[in-house]
């Protein structure tokens, strides 16, 4: 009994089993088939020109709400004048979910539930939105 | 141009197909469905809900105003022949026949439809578009990306009769794609599933 108690607290000591902690991380992305995912954004978005929604160039790092010239929500102005800024966490929260992350958001879409296909846009996005 | 000759074939069976099934058919039953139902109003008189619907019925307007414009570009390029050219003006009628329906759809529900903009203002890649090809592939990236857009508003609907008529415009949006992709001499229907 002894025995199994000190295992029990060693364990609770070791802190979780490493599946469960590699579980957690974010899955690393991967650009060639975020380009693919980023096909379903065709409708409204575009890298280098803003349409229904806004441009993606220099996308990592900027501000919510910021681009220059675009009619955005009140909401997303709001979520941008709080200071958030799009970066791998923000996006990915907010591509699982535009309307749960950002409440009144004009980006009417469910979201991507898949962690592994919010990863690899985001890898491309990065890539492909980088501002040259 | 070579390339895509043999898919023509079904092509232009589909085209036939499309043109005996009416293009009228989407908006008769849709504007039936929704723009004419005055208990639309009524059902969605819940201020967030009404307000949710129609900024995401807007947000699809203004891209089916886009995909006009752009059909618009394409047919006045003097790139298409005939018969993608028909087919062109075809699917930028469906289009059209989607942007009147959620406009009205959008007045019904008490909110200000988005105004269509003027098309140097959307900034086509016009300097790209050489070839058929490329006006197709074009073409093709915006139906695609149409298909995604209305799967991810269905759920987001208060009202179950916008997300039908929701993937009512998606299925014509598919059918869009998949013979844009067969002209292409792509799979018309590379999977089981859209996402």
């Known amino acids: 009994m002894q025995k199994r108690l000190v295992a029990a607290a060693w364990l609770i000591a070791a802190g979780p089993p490493l599946a469960l902690a590699a579980a957690a991380d974010p899955p690393r992305g991967d650009p ?3 380009e693919a995912i980023y096909g379903r954004c065709l409708a409204c978005h575009s890298i280098d020109r803003d349409r229904t929604g806004p441009r993606h160039e220099g996308l990592i790092g900027r501000r919510v709400g910021s681009v220059p010239g675009f009619q955005y929500s009140p909401a997303m102005r709001k979520a941008g004048e709080t200071g958030m800024v799009w970066d791998e966490g923000t996006l990915d929260r907010f591509l699982e979910s535009p309307t749960r992350f950002i409440p009144g ?3 009417g879409y469910a979201g991507i539930k898949d962690a592994q296909e919010r990863a690899d846009l985001i890898a491309f996005l990065k890539k492909a939105g980088a501002v040259r | 141009m070579e390339a895509m000759q043999p898919s023509f074939r079904l092509f232009s069976a589909r085209r036939l197909f499309l043109t005996r099934s009416g293009q009228t058919v989407l908006s008769a039953a849709a ?3 929704l723009a004419g139902r005055e208990s639309l109003a009524a059902e969605q008189g819940k201020g967030a809900a009404k307000t949710s619907d129609v900024s995401i019925l807007n947000t699809a307007l203004g891209a089916e105003q886009e995909a006009v414009a752009a059909y618009q570009v394409g047919a006045e390029s003097g790139l298409l022949q005939k018969p993608v050219l028909d087919l062109a003006v ?3 009628g469906h289009h059209k026949a989607h942007a009147d329906l959620l406009a009205k759809t959008v007045k019904t529900l008490g909110g200000e439809p988005v105004q269509p903009k003027r098309t140097a203002e959307y ?3 016009i300097e790209k578009l050489k070839t058929q090809a490329d006006v197709l592939r074009f073409a093709a990236g915006l139906e695609q990306g149409a298909v995604s857009a209305y799967l991810g508003a269905v759920p987001l609907f208060a009202n179950r009769d ?3 008529a929701a993937a009512s415009i ?3 949006e598919a059918m ?3 013979i844009l992709r067969q002209a292409l001499g792509e799979n018309p229907v590379p999977d089981a599933f859209v996402s």
Do not use: E, I, N
Request: hydrophobic fraction near 45%; charge should be positive; glycine fraction near 8%.
């Open chain 1, 32 to 34: 060639a088939r975020g």
């Open chain 1, 105 to 107: 958001t004009r980006m």
């Open chain 2, 31 to 33: 504007v039936a469905l």
């Open chain 2, 90 to 92: 075809q699917f930028q």
């Open chain 2, 123 to 125: 900034r086509f890649p």
């Open chain 2, 162 to 164: 916008l997300s039908k």
């Open chain 2, 170 to 172: 998606l299925g014509d």
């Open chain 2, 176 to 178: 869009h794609w998949a």
